[in-house]
């Protein structure tokens, strides 16, 4: 990605810094290959972070470990892209936060959708009354694989491969010895704080599965659902959150479902809706419902293909009496009353796919923001608010409750708040 915002901007990459030995002489090798020049590797961070020429810092690195290492790297004085989720620990969400905002330094979240024209667009629409107050936002986004397993970089096997070769996967999966040996990383210090257990290449690379070290569906997808949800609502926290699900298709030792639902409610007056299952993939979607009309998002995660119509507005207050009536020769189904797709003068076309994650225009803008010293688009706060919603959608499905929000003490509790 850098390589990409440097044919932007001028930007290089001067250093990688990783624990595993595999990984830090893998990344060099591709720095070089992009710039030509040999990056400096670090195994440590703070070694990295003692140099005077390093302006910014991208960490890319286990979920648990993000809110730390922004820390670190503000109090060092550079700054710092910090991938999603910001934190899955309310209290080093709490700190990280407080040290970004007593530092002068530039954060960027990495929730990249705040950077993309058409999800600015479809906040623009909402603002301007258009389909009226919302009464529930949906998102459904799904997949029929196992993420997040490695296969590539562990082993040399590709998916496609794998399956060529028809193995069985939990005996591939446990039954073959890893690249990841203890010897070529430091696993205490991977750990972070975590508490103490065997060394194990499985969890060190595989982290989004285990319920120690991330929230897996939650903290990857649902943290940028909810961080669109709030750019399109302006709204910073939830009232309430419940979830639920399991793991129903990939029984391979994982402990994050692979299916999943969060419901969680805004202050003022909505319904969210998140859903996920990695044993599917049917026409993932987003929908935002007012009382006037609607905006369709055909795709998953970053689609850019919306749609605005009446359909499902004031005007057609039973589908029996006023909707539209679809049959079997209507299918697909045509677009509703007043329908018209989302256009943005200038932005490549709308599809169901939308950017990859190799779109650098966030990255970026994150780089024009530490030239100009300004905020960038995706702000710390903005980081701290999708953690609350991850953090309560994953306590929810563990616990079994519904928890609430305090957004006062800045809390989170398994009691509904009393009116004030």
């Known amino acids: 990605m850098v390589q990409l915002a440097a044919k932007q901007m ?12 595999l990984a830090r002489e893998r990344r060099a090798a591709q ?77 960027q979240m990495g929730t990249q959708h705040r950077s993309q024209p058409y999800m600015l667009a479809v906040r ?82 595989e982290f989004r599965l285990y319920k120690d070290f991330s929230s897996g569906i939650f903290d990857q997808w649902l943290s940028h659902g909810c961080d669109l949800v709030h750019l399109w609502t302006d709204q910073t926290h939830p009232v309430s959150a419940v979830a639920n699900g399991g793991t129903f298709i990939w029984k391979d030792g994982r402990e994050n479902p692979d299916t999943c639902v969060a419901a969680v409610t805004y202050p003022n007056g909505f319904l969210y809706t998140y859903k996920t ?29 919306f749609v605005t119509t009446q359909e499902g507005g004031r005007r057609e207050f039973d589908p029996w009496e006023s909707g539209p009536v679809y049959t079997p020769k209507s299918l697909p189904m045509p677009l509703g009353e007043g329908a018209e797709t989302l256009q943005v003068p200038g932005a490549p076309p709308a599809t169901s796919l ?5 779109d650098a225009g966030h990255l970026v803008n994150w780089l024009e923001a530490m030239q100009a010293r300004k905020q960038p688009n995706a702000t710390v706060d903005h980081g701290f608010s999708h953690s609350i919603v991850c953090m309560m959608a994953a306590q929810s499905y563990w616990s079994g409750k ?16 009393s009116p004030t």
């Open 31 to 107: 720095v070089k290959k992009a710039f030509l020049q040999e990056p400096a590797s670090y195994k440590y961070s703070e070694e990295m972070l003692g140099r005077k020429d390093l302006d910014g810092v991208m960490i890319a690195t286990g979920d648990h470990q993000h809110a730390k290492l922004c820390i670190e790297v503000v109090q060092a004085g550079k700054d710092c892209y910090v991938e999603k989720p910001f934190a899955n620990v309310l209290a080093e969400a709490k700190n990280a936060r407080d040290a970004v905002k007593a530092s002068k330094q530039i954060v």
């Open 10 to 21: 001028p930007v290089e990459t001067v250093a990688v810094c990783d624990l595993w030995t």
């Open 277 to 305: 299952t990695f044993g599917n993939s049917y026409r993932s979607f987003s929908r935002i419902l007012g009382r006037n009309g609607t905006i369709e998002n055909y795709g998953g995660e970053g689609a850019s293909l």
């Open 402 to 417: 519904r928890l609430y929000w305090d957004a006062l003490r800045e809390e989170i509790v398994d009691e509904p708040l």
């Open 354 to 358: 939308g950017p990859d994650d190799d």
């Open 124 to 205: 623009d629409i909402l603002r301007s009354g258009k389909i009226g107050d919302i009464v529930q936002i949906e998102q459904e986004w799904n997949v029929n694989e196992e993420r997040w397993r490695f296969v590539g970089v562990d082993t040399g096997i590709s998916p496609e491969m794998l399956m060529d070769k028809k193995m069985e996967w939990k005996s591939w999966l446990y039954g073959r010895p890893s690249q990841l040996r203890e010897e070529d990383t430091d696993w205490k210090r991977w750990l972070l704080g975590k508490p103490d257990r065997p060394f194990d290449p499985h969890v060190y690379l």
